[in-house]
């Protein structure tokens, strides 16, 4: 019997070409750049020995001392198995595949395209300008029909802040019809730009943090998504039963 397996899977899984991991890449050498990982390993010991047991959706402990690190709420921390996975569960919360779309400012991170193009999402970019800002007139001309716009400051790959005043504009911009994604994987770098304290003027601002950068803890799968309760609320709505959280 011989059946492609390959015509049942969907089109835009066909053609999608996955996330070029530093291990899908394979290389040599003791420190990956494209990974962004610290070399070395730090100790790292785990409370609980014992795995029989599904683990809490939400660890109680880890979100509350998340959010007195940020200076936030405990209900404005979601916990999941990387950024990563945040960065999906705003597409699977936000956006209908076929019909709304996501928009981000190249050169930057490559996981908003991928997960837009697995889900079925359209994505639509607006270059960043060169000295590597963002380009407001342009975001503005192509927001229609947008639901998130990712944002990665200190950004991946250049390593600039994007400008305070252009973040203002751009949440005027968005308020009301989009959610603003503001990436901070590398915010331990920077800890003062962090947007976390303008949360309580911003309905749409969102943030993602991770453990897997500055902490050096990429093994662990642990990011934040850092929101208002409301959004923090949909979230969880599509989150996974049991995303594994080291406890
Ligand atoms: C590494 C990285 C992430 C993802 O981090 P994980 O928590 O390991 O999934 C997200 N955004 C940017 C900009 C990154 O560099």
Known sequence: MSLNVEDLARANV??????QSARRLGGNGDVWLNANEF????????SQQTLNRY???????????YAAYAGLQPDQVLVSRGADEGIELLMRAF???????????????????VSAETIGIEYRTVPALDNWQLNLPAIADKLDGVKLVYMCSPN???GNLINP??????????????????????????????LAGWLK?????VILRTLSKAFALAGLRCGFTLANKPVIDLLLKVIAPYPWQPQ
Request: contains cysteine; proline residues 15%; charged residues 25%.
């Open 14 to 19: 066909r053609a999608l070409t996955p996330y």
């Open 39 to 46: 070399p070395l390993p730090v100790p790292f010991e785990l």
């Open 55 to 65: 683990p809490e959706c939400q660890p109680k402990q880890v979100i509350e001392r």
């Open 95 to 113: 956006c209908e595949p076929g019909k709304d779309a996501i928009l981000f400012c190249p050169p930057t991170y490559g996981m908003y395209s």
């Open 156 to 158: 991946n790959p250049t």
């Open 165 to 194: 005043d252009d973040i203002r504009q751009l949440l005027e911009m968005t308020a009301g019809k989009a959610l603003l994604v503001a990436d901070e994987a590398y915010i331990e770098f920077c800890p003062e730009a962090t």
């Open 201 to 205: 003027d911003y309905p749409h601002l």
